[in-house]
């Protein structure tokens, strides 16, 4: 934005001094302000004059002082500036009453020129920058209160508690404050501390002092360049409010920094850098109004409590810092506490492991808060409290420290370095990791540790730079030192990682520059490696001698030798080449016997575990290896230890792991029993089945073709057990087991392998399928053999595995193929040729055809077809076949299809070449019809000869006859290529009344008579040229004169005003020139003023006082080829005139006006004059445009003395206001009629969519296209019968309207809004056409390109492991889901919240998930992962087995989902774990009656072995359930009843993970105690599993009375259906609070988000009232896109260069519309300049551009990006040399391309505009431009071309003038202007207020969703289902109480055996 700064500030004269004057002596009253002339005066003088203004009295005393309280002398008041405010006081102290204003100027200074090229902005480094600014402050707070001789005290307050105002940011410090001059002083950009005036006088002036040298330089000398407070301010917002007291001072110095403000004075052409400081007294807050700043009172009212302060209040903060400071809040503290470290915790930093020995001359508090909305506490931080910055984590770690000291020579600047030394401990790294980097997983796999173990490369510091850098004492952030010769590893003894274990620090004072946003130094690494530079090392404080790297190697020895805690290598054996590994680490591997890790000893022998490396490992030490050239005894971090694997019978292999994965905790016992337990299965022999059941004996005979197989193998160990994989060793790998089958002819050249498969094992078993191709003749034998699946190989442990062998022999079977014999490949479209074919058996042995054959010929792309067909032997031939259809000119193969039906390979296909065939028709292009050209221009014309199936063909004398109607004909030679080019004469014609004129051309063969002429109709449109002429009067808006009209005129008169108009042919207006007035000529006068004629203006004609004669009057343009022509005809004065009375003032056009005309003659008082006479119907006559005069009739009347007119009627001619002009004699009366359409004929478009159009596919058309019902004059017409229809040509493309056919409305039109457009890429025509009483009406066609659309998703790849397996309850392995979009590349722009894993038990579906089925969520992506689609990992495997189906949906708008293809997976069932039965059995009741049913515990239970989720899990598991029985309790004192047979326990047989019990029962008079309760306790026993199973527990009741029991029984029956009905309704009860909580908890986020979004709009000045509804924000919307609508339609510059491929893929557009520029005459002059380039086509790649190449045949020009190369960043101007001017350029030179906008693709067009433009330079006017050019030459550098804004060029060589290097003042290439910056604004208003509306509606939503169930909850279905709960709760109440209240029986039982005791009698007995 360009900045207007008043000459005021520039232009300061000595005569002129004006004061502004404050009387302010009336304490708390208002205070005077006055404006005084002061120049020529001195004190005295002054004072008299404040004395006569202010009325001060001679006794009166008071002092004059200025706004920073100095009292005023002679001297200065000398010193006082133009502009000066001043204080009338009582005394020099006394607090201001009210506050008051000072003016103040704040122009930049001038080093924002001189040093611009310095760093301006906050690179971010891949980092938020907003730390860094808010670290700009703070600079200048620590230098505020750098004098403190008490504690510094540095808040910083973040306010975003919205009911205090809006969010803003409070810094504030104790420090010395600022007087007003300071003030303004710290408002001027750039004016830093070395230039800065620091009081109003001179003679008080005080310069930059630099600080005494301090360790560290902790000096707070760090606000230095008057650019980082209002750089950080307005980077955080848009306005800043400074408030400062300074010390000694009473009053309070106020000024506001704004955006706004700034604007407005920008747009009022006001001074833009000029402001007012407000002076008060302290804790006043009156000014402050704006319920926006409401927390400023608070911050107001502290003032009074302080000597001295400033604070700085910076609002409009962005939403996006707001929402980074609340969100990570802890990190960019962490970052301001790494800043201000030292500063902080002192020199020595903050070492928390002893007593700081910092010495902190004044103790420094930089405190945070951050204040939010309640119930929000605040969070406060004091930085001295932050303890993991990276400063803090480095000291704390560090063992030892390395001090030294450099001095530059250059410049004398001193640096002070400390390197810190971070050990190994046993094993890991002490160096500090930086908290915000994500930690790397600590279970890796040993693969990836190669690198790490060896120590080639080592992880401590890795590639990070050793030395963060410090500048007075705070941290530069983005400048590192990577390492100093003197501390690197060359010529090193020294393992490479030790120097990897050292960090480091440096502190530089002010000698060293650095950027002027304090990120970077500008020298100080190439100043620090200097030759000259001076590095000391510092002991004790004191300067030690010696060669510093000598020192520091000897210092980093000792720490290495003390410090690390390390591996000793022991008995070196041998260095080897470990060839598996990368090249550079192969050789150098020294072997160790053992090895002593943690006070403990391994050596080569001894048995060991691994651990960490995803399977444990078991096996014996080989030897250890160590990378390096080592021949002893070593320590290091790391190393290897190989292992051969145990047992060998399984592995038979050594593994060589890093030796921190050696499992230190495990024993060798431990290791053998698990070496030993692996040993147990092994694979013994194969068993063959043919489930089919065909098997075949050994040495079988078969006939070819007969099917072998299918197979069923099982592998088994000695055990009989199957097996499906090698036994795994612990979590060693598992090593599935293979069945490879083999199939092998035995012929006579040898044993020949035919087949070989390998199979996995299935469900059951393993599996081979038949084999249906045995057809060679002869022995073969089958083969079966045992591998493993790894690696194939069938040995394992030195042994064979198992294998099986079956001999057999097949016989020759019978013919049934052909194959196709040699035919010719290369023919003509229609000619005939033959196809022999050979007919064969189905394996290749010749064989005659069967009878009756009838083939069937096909070709794709072609139409063929045959004569006969005729065989001979084994031939089959088919005779005279031809081929028509669409072929290229080289042609390319087409497949021919040969059919044989009742075969059993009945097709063949063969390779033929077809080429065009003979003349057929001649095709003429374009087609359109009519062809639209222009008066006077030529038409191109493409005419091609087709042979009969389109092709283009080339004969001789192949000529072609073309003629347009009226000119002479052509003659065109298509002899060589079919195809010829036709260009007529120029067309001229005569053009009337603007309509196009029609001709017909004509296209014919002469000698082809057989060849059908073309014709094609050329419609010829108006050119510009001038045609027509008009003349009117500009005082009388009804006078215009038409040519060879007469008019009459009073006698005597003046014909004044008289203008004239020219139009071209289509009736365009002319503007005119002072050429075109040259040419104008009149007959009435020879001297015409030529200034009048180009204003438009005639002479005045002077009408004759005759009024018997007409005159003759002529206007004519260019030698009378364009004029007009006029008679004038005097009238008398009585009478006055002639008067016409109309019937109605409506007429349609072409119908007779109903009614009568009434003429009378009135005097000029309207009365009528009866002068006419019978015989005047003869002299009247009436005339206007397109009136039928045939019909019109005059009829006198003789009662009223005046004439009736009938018959008028209109021909043609414009609808709307028509004259119709009456004469008798030399009366002239002229009425007005309103003519209306006459009957619908046609249909005009009268607006649609910019041209061309281009549409994406399946995307609207967002302009209407507005049809006009027009009749045959094409005057619009509102007969709403008639319809009109909308369709598309051709119809492949699919359009969806609301409305395809349509009436008329009542203005006669109709609007088509294409809301999508669907269909292949290409060009198509939309039509419309109207109908009217069943007869058509022609219409429009508009031509439409549809492209694909790169944003539009059309499908979902979905990628996972297709191998893996689906445990029950596991989890399914990451689904990587990629959105396509319509052109086929990936979509990233969709959120994952759109994307949407479904999950259903079953099969598939048609084509969406079913209702119910489960939805997962997108995972977040892991770092490295791709972007470009998107996670499902983690996700839960289904609980149930069986097959389930898998499906992902992508939500693309509210209510339209894309789905992927439905993936079915089968879930199996997990691990074993438990025993549980098929259902659960009731809780059974018995007694010791003799009835079974009394005694039976259970009955028909089927238990089986299940996974945690009950499903069958051991279909693989044999053995045995074991059934007893325990108490209840646990305790043993209670009698155990028991089973039959008097067995405590029963046995069954557990077969496939099956146990069926028929029935099991106590015995007859079984112990147990009455009314007690057991355990039935059926435990599993398997064979072969050494985890034991969970037993499945089934509580019974024992009672000795059989009626008790059946009691009982029926009650615990009732209890257990009532125990299921209750959970039933807790279930329902529980899911449905659930959803009442989920539906909760999604209206209180919408309306949380709906809050956060208002407010943010809010921020974007658009305000909602409360309550919110749509309506309103529907208006809002509409309102913005009126705004934006208003804007888009508003004149503006544009390119009208029509960019045809823009859209296209790889394709960034045409030069003329990638940039704008917003300077008239800079973008006239540039696009003049690139005026070559302006057309050309630019491309992302070469491949997008030799497409567009081969598309235009050459004709357009293109360039590709990716065949580019320009020099990366910006060049400095040619007069700047090393951040420099070499001189003061004139005329503003700026690089031309720094002058375009980019809307789109910022980088790309960069590129391309450096590549056209290069360094052009465009500056004001041509004499700066040959100044500056020769002011660059002088200074020895090439100067590029120039351009200025006059639109001269000055070339690289110095050439200028001529019409070459001159840009003309009209061009029609020319960049575009940008929008208006208000345009952005509401757009981005409008993508808020939309995202609103969407979140508003979805809160609405979630409200009436939580009140609908809420009242499903309380519905009476609902309190119906909670009463019948509550009354089985009772009931259940009622059972338990019962059960607890049976009496029990005391019986005495003798403990031996289970029979009744003596003398007792039981109710049994009885």
Known sequence: MAQRVSTSFLQRGEEHKRICVYDCRVENGKATQKFLESSGLDFNDFLKHLH?????????????????????????????QDGSTLYLLQHKNQALSVATEEQINYLPHYDTLIRSGMYEYYASEGQNSLPYALAELIDNALSATAKNTGVRTIEIRMMFDESLGKPAVIVLDNGCGMTSKQLNNWAVYRLSKFSRENSKFASQQEGYIRPDPVPRSLNSDISYFGVGGKQAAFYIGDSARMMSKPVNSPDVHELILSKDEFEKKEKNNEDIYSGRIKNRKPGDSKHIKNDDEHFLHALIAEESRKESFTAVVIMGVQPEHVTFLKKDFEVWVRQLAHIYHYYIHGVNGNDTRKNSRNSNQTKINIQITLREKPPKCPRVMDLRDVDNDMETLYINSAADTFEFKALTAQDGGTVEGVVRYHPFLYDRETYPKDPCAEQASPDADDDDDCANESGVQHQARGKKAIFDCFWNGRLIPYTTVSEFDWCTDKKSKLPAECYNRISGVLFTDDKFQVSTNKLTFMDLELKLKNKDTIFTRIVNGQKQRGHLQKEFTKWLENCHKKLDKQIQFKGYMETITRTELPKKMQEFWATFSSIVWDKKTYTTGDLVKSHKTGINLYGVVVRFLLYGNHKEDVFATAGFVELALEPKALYDKVRIIPISKIDQTATKDAIIKNINKDLAKLPEKLKVDWPDRNPWPQNAIRPAGTVLGPFR??????????????????????????VVLKLIHHGAKGDQ????????????????????????????????????????????????????????TIKEGSAESFVIDVASPSLNVGTPFDIPLRIKDAYGHPTTPPPNLKPVLECSGLEVSYEKVDSSGTTFTIRSVKARGRVQKESKPFDLTVTLPGMKTETQIIKIFVYPGLPHSLHVMPEENPIIAENGSRVEFNVEIHDEAGNITAHPKQTVRCQVHGYAPDVIDCSSTGTGQFVTRPINLKIIKGEPQKLKVHFEMSNQKNIAAVVRELKVIPSTRVATMELYSQVDENLVLRNKEKIEWMAGGLLENLFYRLYDEAGREVPLTAEIGSKIKVNWTGDANLADLVQGKLPDVQVPRQVQKEHFYQVSYQNQSVSVSFTITPRPDEPARLKVTLPQITLRLGEILPGNINLELVDQYDNVTKSLTPSCVNHMSVKADGLDTSAVSFTWQESCCSVLVTGIRFQSGTLGPREICFTYKSYVERVIVKVTAGVPAQLKLVSEPEKPLQVLNDSGIPTPFLIQLCDEWGNPSSDRRVVVELRSSPPTLKLTTAVTSQPVNAEGKASFTVTSVSGPKGYYQLEFRGSFNKKPITGPSVNITVLPDPTKPVSLTVKYDTNTKFPAGGKFPVFLVTVLSDEGSPMTTFNPAAVTMFLWRGGATQNTPPQGATELRCSKPMENEKNDCFYFRDKEIPEHTGKHTIQFSLQIAKDKFLFSNQISVNVVANQPVKLGPDSQPPTPVVSYSKAISSRTLVENMTLRIMDSYGNPAGEDLDGTVKVSIKNCSGYNNKKLPLFEGKANSVQFSLAKGKADINRLAVMENSPGENGSSYILLFKPEVRMRSTPLDPFELRFEFYNDVEKQQKMAELTRKRDELITAIEHYKDIFFRYDELRQMLEAQYQEAAKKETHHRIELQSRSVNIKQPVTLTAIDRLLAEKKADVDRIEKAPRRVCVIRDHFKGQQDVLGMVGHLAYVQDDAAARVISWHIRGDMDCVITKTSEAARRIYRDTQGRQQVMALDSVFVTPGDRLLPHIRNGRNLFDPPGNPVYARKLLIYPHDHESCDIVFKNILGDTILIDDLDSANNYRRAVVQNKTQCPTILTRQGDRISSRGKFGGTQNKAPDIMSQVFGAPYPTHYYTLKGQIDRLIQYHSIVVKRDNAAKECEEHMKNMNSPEMQQKQKEMEEFNRQLKDIDRQRASRPVLPVKRRPEDATEPSGIMTKRQK
């Open 753 to 808: 392998e035919i087949a070989s498969f390998t199979a996995s094992h299935g469900k059951w078993a393993y599996w081979f399928k038949s084999f249906e191709n045995l057809t060679n003749l002869g022995k073969y034998s089958l083969c079966l053999n045992t591998a493993i699946n790894e690696s194939n190989v069938t040995v394992f442990g030195g042994s064979e595995l198992p294998s099986y062998k079956l001999n057999f």
């Open 713 to 738: 193998i099982e592998i088994l160990n000695k055990n009989e057990d199957s097996l499906s994989r090698m036994p795994s060793v612990g979590q060693g790998p598992v090593k599935k087991l293979l």
């Open 52 to 80: 006569k203004e202010f009325k001060i009295g001679s006794h009166e005393t008071f002092v004059v002082a200025t706004t920073d309280r100095t009292v005023l002398d002679f001297n200065k008041f000398e010193e006082l």
